[in-house]
């Protein structure tokens, strides 16, 4: 599983971050989510759907397939 983030849409609540701070985190100089790995680890799938669930902006997607964008 890959989580993307789209930059023109997030505008930084960082909610994703306090849910799931181990795959999000925040540019500490616009605010906006940064993912440190696109491939979610094992075991975080369900944190990071949360997290895509509750972003206000639904900047967050999740895609299935390896090399998607």
Same mark, same amino acid.
């Given at each position: 599983?890959? &989580?993307?983030?789209? #930059?023109? &849409?997030?505008?930084?609540?960082?909610?994703?971050?306090? #849910?799931? *701070?181990?795959?999000?985190?925040?540019?500490?100089?616009?605010?906006?989510?940064?993912? !440190?790995? *696109?491939?979610? *680890?094992?075991?975080?799938?369900?944190?990071? %759907? #949360?997290?895509? %669930?509750?972003? *206000?902006?639904?900047? #967050? %997607?999740?895609?299935?397939? !390896?090399?998607? !964008?």
């Amino acid at each position: 599983m890959k &989580v993307h983030v789209n #930059l023109d &849409v997030c505008q930084g609540h960082a909610k994703c971050e306090d #849910l799931c *701070p181990e795959v999000f985190a925040t540019d500490a100089v616009e605010g906006k989510c940064v993912i !440190k790995d *696109p491939e979610v *680890p094992a075991g975080l799938e369900e944190k990071v %759907r #949360l997290a895509v %669930r509750n972003c *206000p902006e639904g900047a #967050l %997607r999740v895609s299935n397939a !390896k090399g998607s !964008k």
